[in-house]
């Protein structure tokens, strides 16, 4: 299929862990690091979805703040992770370090950014607290991150 993703055995995976999905040249030679990073188990397990919107809001913000070269970070629609586009190319490593001080940072945060009606769509729809837990577990397992499948 022509999404990459569709073309992982999601029954395979073992969450939590990064993965690189996709590396995207552009015509002009620049290149986009796509990562899946996955927090709860497919089709076992998902993030409620307003831990998911105030997760996404910190994580946009807070990771700002260790990399100029944070493009994106989106939820996915089945609520088990969000994808992570980053200019350029990573190692491992270094988004590890990146992701691990933005978790860090959101645990230690006293607000949703934007999270009101001016600067998001669903103001309301949010919960600090839910998005705290779900870093702190994510980050808990930070020896697994690199382990994608059994
Ligand atoms: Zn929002």
């Known amino acids: ?13 073992v969450a939590p862990y990064i993965r690189l999905a996709d590396l995207k040249e552009l015509p002009h030679g620049d290149v986009i690091s796509k990562f899946d990073v996955r927090f709860a188990q497919p ?16 994580f946009a913000e807070h990771s700002r703040n260790h990399s100029g070269r944070v493009l994106d970070f989106s939820p996915m629609g089945c609520q088990t992770g969000f994808y992570l586009m980053l200019e350029g190319r990573w190692e491992e490593q270094d988004v590890h370090d990146l ?16 999270a009101n009606e001016v600067q998001c769509g669903w103001g309301a729809h949010h919960t600090l607290a839910g998005a705290q837990d779900v870093a702190r577990t994510f980050l808990a397992a930070r020896d697994g991150w690199s382990t994608v499948t059994a």
């Open 1 to 13: 299929m022509n999404v990459e993703s569709f073309n992982l055995d999601h029954r395979t995976v």
């Open 99 to 114: 992701v691990a001080a933005t978790l860090t940072d959101i645990l230690g945060a006293t607000e949703v950014p934007a």
């Open 43 to 58: 089709n076992v397990a998902h993030l409620e979805m307003d831990a998911v919107h105030s997760l996404e809001h910190l």
